[in-house]
């Protein structure tokens, strides 16, 4: 008996059955829902930088940055010659053709290289296999960082987009990144067949995880041509060592080669010879995924249609926030990167420990992702908030070890200490990302801080002692900062004054605007032998005046005939007859604003003098001023016609007649 479609839907409704049930799991289905978008985008608008991101879901998963000012160097190939040889570090500096000269570790260099010297001892030394001016193959393994050179290694390594062709090996290997071991096993299967010249080894990358063994060939193929191009190329010697024998590829194709994956949906480039150049690596590698190059051609540039500029900012911030209130800082050493970690708000005091492991693996989960997107390497050390439960640190140890796995550096972890540090090392593979975009602050060479204006004042004064300590100082100029010569002259002139009048010398202050506490000068003028012998003499006299006996002082002072004939009579104080002294122009002198000595030089040199140095300054403008007229004067009016009245008034400058200033009558 057939069932029709409706009685076949009820029997399924009945015993619980839904269309759901064809359409496969429902893991599957939030598996589809759940995936991470991957995509690259590449910003190359200026030839003077190029930045390129890897989203995850629109967030930033990498950063990197390549300045036209710093030259990249890593991975390139040179035949260099070897300038010194170091017994004392076990290591060789070698003259690549660059600004500095290359640091190379002994045990970085193969016996191929090896030089017989005819010495022969139990334990070989880098004095007996390497001698100056030795030619050597080296290749850049880490960029010059601060005054130190960069780093060299006589093992050559040619990375491709599946491979690595390694010299000095006999054998095959996998990635430590592939942790499976059938996949392990099943590619060193792959590539056991595969016929390598002398001294020639393979390193299988990540990318090369479930690849087929035409697409290893065609990559090893490739390897292969690279290297006898190479090998070519140093026999020939046209030109004389040191020189470059290979260049490694540009950033825009190196990060498509490292980092292109099939879950990468689409990769955006802004400039056409950048897509050009993607567009041929990705033809001739991954031809299938040729149709994911974009070019972008939106006016709004391509990182703030995406939100990305934001982000990238956030970048140089020490301060980074966590979901749950707390943040965290970072702070890079010349020793040492060290990162705080600090909790959000807590309720209540037993949600401590709570609110600790919380904060603490958001932590984890955002100082993995900070140190490789800021390429921050070297030792690292975390401070996280104390957790009283060992378990609690266990899970945490956990969280950062998980997501350090997705880091392409090395990483070593240690665990957790009893002062709730945790130590970790990572491998630098390119200069921090705020290397390009700062310089150091002239003003505290970095540190953060500069000195106060007080020790500074302090410092200038012990400095302007030190140097009249020998008390030969004719003349003394000291150059310093506009602010330290204000502070002087409002606080500290009558001390100047008074160390001049002392100690018989010309202080001068020269301000130039600008200069730092550390570029101060002082400039010196001796006093000659006759100066000084002039100097000596007035001194003894005065010595001499001063320790005369009483009576001899007592004599030696002049008699007042007044003073002797009033002599125990009370009698009135002479008082003196005050004189208004006036100008031409009939006003009285004011004291109170008449100008200081301070900053007026006179002859004598006992004046603080202060100069400006305006040889930086730029010239403003000079408006033209038109000249002045003469100023006429008034006739003097005739005395005889004027009365009582008129005269008076006439003494104070004024006159009755017309009601008239001396302004007006220079205007008539």
């Given at each position: 008996?057939?069932?029709?479609?409706?009685?076949?839907?009820?029997?399924?409704?009945?015993?619980?059955?839904?269309?759901?049930?064809?359409?496969?799991?429902?893991?599957?289905?939030?598996?589809?829902?759940?995936?991470?978008?991957?995509?690259?985008?590449?910003?190359?608008?200026?030839?003077?930088?190029?930045?390129?991101?890897?989203?995850?879901?629109?967030?930033?998963?990498?950063?990197?940055?390549?300045?036209?000012?710093?030259?990249?160097?890593?991975?390139?190939?040179?035949?260099?010659?070897?300038?010194?040889?170091?017994?004392?570090?076990?290591?060789?500096?070698?003259?690549?053709?660059?600004?500095?000269?290359?640091?190379?570790?002994?045990?970085?260099?193969?016996?191929?290289?090896?030089?017989?010297?005819?010495?022969?001892?139990?334990?070989?030394?880098?004095?007996?296999?390497?001698?100056?001016?030795?030619?050597?193959?080296?290749?850049?393994?880490?960029?010059?960082?601060?005054?130190?050179?960069?780093?060299?290694?006589?093992?050559?390594?040619?990375?491709?987009?599946?491979?690595?062709?390694?010299?000095?090996?006999?054998?095959?290997?996998?990635?430590?990144?592939?942790?499976?071991?059938?996949?392990?096993?099943?590619?060193?299967?792959?590539?056991?067949?595969?016929?390598?010249?002398?001294?020639?080894?393979?390193?299988?990358?990540?990318?090369?995880?479930?690849?087929?063994?035409?697409?290893?060939?065609?990559?090893?193929?490739?390897?292969?041509?690279?290297?006898?191009?190479?090998?070519?190329?140093?026999?020939?010697?046209?030109?004389?060592?040191?020189?470059?024998?290979?260049?490694?590829?540009?950033?825009?194709?190196?990060?498509?080669?490292?980092?292109?994956?099939?879950?990468?949906?689409?990769?955006?480039?802004?400039?056409?010879?950048?897509?050009?150049?993607?567009?041929?690596?990705?033809?001739?590698?991954?031809?299938?995924?040729?149709?994911?190059?974009?070019?972008?051609?939106?006016?709004?540039?391509?990182?703030?249609?995406?939100?990305?500029?934001?982000?990238?900012?956030?970048?140089?911030?020490?301060?980074?926030?966590?979901?749950?209130?707390?943040?965290?800082?970072?702070?890079?050493?010349?020793?040492?990167?060290?990162?705080?970690?600090?909790?959000?708000?807590?309720?209540?005091?037993?949600?401590?420990?709570?609110?600790?492991?919380?904060?603490?693996?958001?932590?984890?989960?955002?100082?993995?992702?900070?140190?490789?997107?800021?390429?921050?390497?070297?030792?690292?050390?975390?401070?996280?908030?104390?957790?009283?439960?060992?378990?609690?640190?266990?899970?945490?140890?956990?969280?950062?070890?998980?997501?350090?796995?997705?880091?392409?550096?090395?990483?070593?972890?240690?665990?957790?200490?009893?002062?709730?540090?945790?130590?970790?090392?990572?491998?630098?593979?390119?200069?921090?990302?705020?290397?390009?975009?700062?310089?150091?602050c002239d003003s505290c060479a970095g540190t953060g801080i500069v000195r106060s204006l007080n020790y500074v004042v302090m410092h200038v004064l012990r400095k302007i002692k030190e140097h009249l300590a020998s008390g030969r100082v004719k003349e003394l100029t000291v150059e310093v900062s506009s602010d330290v010569t204000e502070y002087m002259l409002n606080h500290k002139s009558a001390f100047l004054l008074g160390l001049q009048e002392k100690l018989q010398f010309k202080l001068e202050f020269l301000s130039k605007p600008g200069v730092t506490w550390t570029d101060f000068k002082y400039l010196v003028t001796n006093k000659t032998s006759e100066e000084l012998k002039g100097l000596d003499l007035i001194t003894n006299n005065a010595l001499i005046e001063t320790t005369k006996p009483k009576d001899e002082q007592e004599q030696s002072r002049p008699q007042n005939r007044a003073n002797s004939l009033n002599k125990g009579r009370r009698s009135r104080p002479i008082q003196r007859k005050r004189y208004n002294r006036r100008n031409s122009n009939g006003q009285r002198f004011d004291r109170k604003r008449m100008p200081s000595k301070i900053g007026n030089s006179n002859e004598d040199g006992s004046d603080l003098v202060v100069r400006h140095d305006t040889s930086n300054v730029t010239p403003k403008e000079t408006v033209p001023v038109s000249p002045s007229?003469?100023?006429?004067?008034?006739?003097?009016?005739?005395?005889?016609?004027?009365?009582?009245?008129?005269?008076?008034?006439?003494?104070?400058?004024?006159?009755?007649?017309?009601?008239?200033?001396?302004?007006?009558?220079?205007?008539?």
């Open positions: 008996m057939a069932l029709s479609a409706f009685e076949f839907f009820l029997l399924l409704v009945y015993y619980g059955f839904t269309a759901e049930s064809y359409r496969g799991p429902a893991k599957d289905k939030r598996k589809v829902i759940m995936a991470k978008k991957l995509s690259m985008m590449i910003n190359r608008d200026h030839p003077e930088v190029c930045r390129a991101v890897i989203l995850e879901d629109g967030r930033i998963n990498d950063y990197i940055v390549e300045n036209v000012s710093q030259e990249k160097i890593k991975g390139n190939i040179y035949l260099g010659v070897i300038n010194r040889v170091e017994p004392a570090i076990e290591a060789a500096f070698v003259d690549f053709g660059g600004s500095k000269y290359g640091f190379l570790p002994f045990k970085d260099v193969l016996k191929e290289s090896y030089v017989d010297t005819g010495e022969k001892k139990a334990r070989i030394r880098i004095q007996d296999v390497l001698v100056r001016g030795q030619e050597i193959l080296v290749q850049v393994a880490k960029e010059s960082r601060d005054a130190k050179g960069p780093s060299l290694t006589n093992s050559i390594s040619l990375p491709g987009r599946f491979l690595v062709l390694m010299s000095g090996s006999h054998a095959s290997a996998v990635s430590r990144k592939i942790e499976d071991g059938e996949e392990r096993k099943k590619l060193k299967t792959l590539v056991a067949d595969f016929k390598l010249p002398d001294n020639l080894g393979l390193i299988i990358r990540t990318a090369g995880l479930g690849r087929t063994k035409t697409e290893l060939q065609k990559d090893l193929q490739r390897l292969l041509m690279v290297w006898e191009n190479l090998s070519t190329s140093r026999e020939k010697k046209i030109n004389k060592p040191p020189f470059l024998l290979y260049q490694e590829a540009d950033m825009v194709v190196r990060l498509v080669r490292d980092n292109f994956t099939t879950e990468t949906s689409e990769v955006l480039v802004d400039n056409i010879e950048s897509y050009n150049a993607v567009k041929g690596f990705m033809k001739m590698v991954m031809p299938r995924f040729t149709n994911r190059v974009k070019l972008y051609k939106d006016t709004t540039p391509i990182f703030s249609r995406f939100n990305i500029e934001d982000q990238i900012e956030s970048l140089y911030q020490r301060k980074v926030s966590l979901p749950s209130g707390g943040s965290i800082v970072f702070d890079s050493g010349e020793a040492m990167v060290s990162i705080d970690v600090n909790s959000g708000k807590t309720t209540s005091a037993s949600q401590l420990e709570e609110t600790a492991l919380k904060t603490n693996l958001e932590a984890a989960e955002e100082i993995g992702r900070q140190l490789r997107i800021r390429d921050l390497g070297g030792l690292v050390v975390i401070d996280f908030i104390d957790m009283f439960h060992k378990k609690n640190q266990t899970l945490v140890e956990k969280e950062i070890k998980k997501i350090c796995k997705l880091d392409k550096a090395r990483i070593n972890i240690a665990r957790i200490s009893k002062f709730g540090l945790l130590e970790m090392s990572r491998q630098r593979l390119a200069p921090p990302v705020q290397q390009g975009a700062f310089v150091e007229s003469p100023l006429t004067i008034a006739p003097k009016p005739d005395r005889g016609s004027e009365n009582i009245f008129e005269r008076i008034t006439g003494f104070f400058g004024k006159t009755s007649k017309d009601g008239d200033s001396p302004s007006s009558g220079a205007d008539s």
